[in-house]
């Protein structure tokens, strides 16, 4: 875990990057990325076009956990279950009531803020294992919920819910597939940007401070209950916006999509990509959807094994996660500039 | 009544299991102080050593010690090879090893014994005890519960390593001072943990059959048993896993709308709900925080 330090050192090099706006090698890096993630797609197949955009919408997901474990320091691996409800809300907002999907994903991010925020409450009294129980429990409970005949006319119960999938608006020529991967890139570089905002902001300083340490937090006059109940409502916000994005992406919402061995990917891809390091959610997003399929190739009965040595090899090269990697990159980089 | 004592009856004798595999989670606890994902992946395996040295001709009870000291020496080394060059990572890194782990078992366990469910034999027999509720076999493993945290208990309360043992995991700095080998401490709670896990399968698999994925379930119900019971309690954690099984069987009966899907997480919530006003379970020791 980081410390006090760590934090005081983030400070001054978020400080010293603002002073001086110049073309250094994380904002050359960032702009290459982006501008990869926006001309690739032009030139690829449908196929790979949705599996980007299911990248980029579990990179969201992962976001909004290493807001959540990276900033404040507290624990989930319930976050299927956001996503689930994400994904429902605006699969049933579309197919019942007809709001436009531009409406329906606001509105499920929204539903899953306040949901979260609500669970941050008993969620402020428990810690470490405790904490990831909780969490745990939300995620078991979330499928069968879904699955219950009571609701049945809405979530469409075990069969699950068809989504229309939008065609892009203004006579635009571009596939459908094409399309929704640009609105989800679109959606992920805002909420990315509102991260990266709120990180270094006062309420992203305090949320920090709680996670380096509580009481002395406290003390400060950090309002420790408002604080981690915000950071559980803003991150089940941001993860529902990726449901629902999901559930357009796939144009299909089924129960069983979001269990917990769903919550524990999401959770797999905040480690491999470098926890509270958040261009490490793109990373890591990428990890889980390309590396069991990778596994699937090497060996179809021991795909679980492989995908196991992967991430023992992962974690064994890199314990900090893509980040210790680019890390590294850019010392390298900047010896050779010297 | 007699529906509510044969409920509560019966929610016991699924109870031993859920307290058998709390038991290994609380030793592993106890050890490196968080929870290991892939300990009913450990365990499983540890059964299926157990079928395959009966599938070979040897008896039961052979088998049965084989088996659990296989694991004993299995846990050691995972902790050896895997988690101690891991050392100080974060716990974040260290749950994704868990999960690593997790995947490796099951797979090379699907791979050597495949994916058809196997019965499991037992020593106590099938004769179903009191009207039918609960069976010999689940008496049998009722008692060796029972028997294994009294042996836990003796061995952490009387032996000069099962204090090490708890030295280390609650101190580990003061332990080193003292002459502690935390490490080998820590290897050897792996070991332990392992060893109680390989007898918690081998008394489940005749209840609910032998295949790689038949522990998911147990083992979350294990978790929710020892974190009810509280983590740092062996004996809390035994309790705890018998009213997971108690509660869950009336949340199905008494609450209406509730089927078999609801079950568990309405057990869930309910701990949940106990874990919101005890935060330490119902019988730890309540953490304390020195500024």
């Known amino acids: ?338 | 009544m007699e529906l509510f004592t044969n409920q509560v009856l019966s929610g016991i004798a699924t109870g031993a299991i859920y307290a058998c595999m709390a038991l290994a989670v609380v030793m592993i606890y106890e050890a490196i102080d968080h929870l290991n994902f892939a300990q009913g992946e450990m365990a499983m395996f540890s059964t299926f050593i157990a079928w395959q040295f009966m599938q070979w001709g040897v008896p039961y009870w052979g088998a049965f010690i084989i088996a659990v000291v296989l694991s004993l020496f299995a846990g050691i080394a995972i902790e050896r090879v895997l988690f101690r060059p891991l050392g100080h990572a974060s716990i974040l890194v260290h749950i994704a090893g868990f999960i690593a782990l997790f995947a490796i078992i099951n797979s090379v366990a699907g791979l050597i014994w495949d994916f058809t469910i196997k019965p499991f034999p037992t020593p106590f027999g099938s004769t179903p005890l009191l009207g039918g509720v609960i069976s010999s076999h689940q008496a049998g493993m009722i008692a060796v519960t029972l028997v294994l945290l009294g042996l836990l208990y003796l061995f952490f309360r009387f032996t000069r390593i099962g204090l090490a043992m708890r030295a280390a995991a609650t101190m580990p700095e003061s332990a080193r001072l003292v002459g502690v080998n935390v490490g080998w401490m820590i290897a050897l709670g792996w070991g332990l943990a392992a060893a109680i896990g390989a007898i918690a399968g081998i008394m489940i698999a005749p209840v609910i059959f032998l295949e790689p994925n038949m522990m998911g379930g147990v083992l979350l119900y294990g978790f929710v048993g020892a974190v009810l019971g509280g983590l740092s309690s062996p004996a809390g954690a035994v309790a705890g896993g018998f009213m997971v099984g108690v509660l869950e069987n009336l949340a199905g009966t008494y609450i209406p709308g509730v089927g078999n899907e609801l079950k568990l997480p309405i057990a869930l919530a309910m701990i949940v709900a106990v874990l919101v006003f005890k935060p330490n379970g119902l019988f730890g020791r309540v953490q304390v925080q020195r500024v």
């Open chain 1, 1 to 338: 875990m980081s410390t006090a330090h760590d934090t005081a050192a983030e400070i001054a090099a978020a400080r010293a990057a603002a002073a001086k706006p110049a073309l250094t090698i994380p904002i050359v890096a960032s702009i290459v990325t982006l501008a990869l993630l926006i001309v690739v797609p032009l030139f690829i197949k449908n196929f790979y076009v949705f599996q980007l955009t299911i990248i980029m919408v579990y990179a969201i997901a992962i976001l909004s956990l290493n807001i959540l474990t990276g900033a404040s320091g507290q624990f989930s691996l319930g976050h299927s279950a956001f996503f689930a409800v994400g994904a429902y809300a605006c699969g049933i907002m579309m197919e019942h009531a007809n709001i436009p999907y531009p409406l329906a994903i606001p509105i499920a991010g929204l539903i899953c803020f306040v949901i979260g925020f609500l669970f941050g409450f008993p969620a402020l009294r428990l810690k470490g294992v405790y904490l990831a129980l909780a969490t745990f429990a939300l995620a078991v409970a979330a499928p069968p919920l879904f699955k219950l005949g009571t609701f049945e006319h809405w979530t469409g119960g075990v069969q699950g819910l068809l989504v229309t999938k939008p065609d892009a608006p203004f006579g635009i020529s571009l596939s459908q597939d094409r399309y929704v991967y640009y609105l989800t890139l679109f959606i992920a570089l805002i909420i990315y940007w509102l991260s990266v905002n709120l990180l270094n902001s006062r309420s992203g300083r305090a949320l920090k401070a709680i996670r380096d340490n509580e009481i002395a937090a406290s003390s400060m006059g950090v309002d420790l209950a408002l604080y981690k109940t915000l950071a559980f409502g803003i991150s089940a916000g941001f993860t529902g916006v990726a449901g629902a994005l999901g559930a357009i992406t796939v144009a299909f919402v089924a129960p069983d999509a979001y269990t917990v061995n769903f919550a524990i990917s999401l959770f797999l891809g905040m480690v491999i990509g470098g926890v509270g390091w958040l261009p490490g959610s793109l990373a890591g997003a990428a990890f889980i959807v390309l590396v069991p399929n990778l596994a699937e190739g090497v060996s179809k009965g021991l795909s679980g094994a492989v995908f196991g040595v992967f991430i023992i090899a992962m974690i064994f090269l890199l314990p900090n996660g893509a980040r210790q990697l680019a890390y590294y990159c850019y010392a390298q980089l900047k010896k050779l500039a010297r």
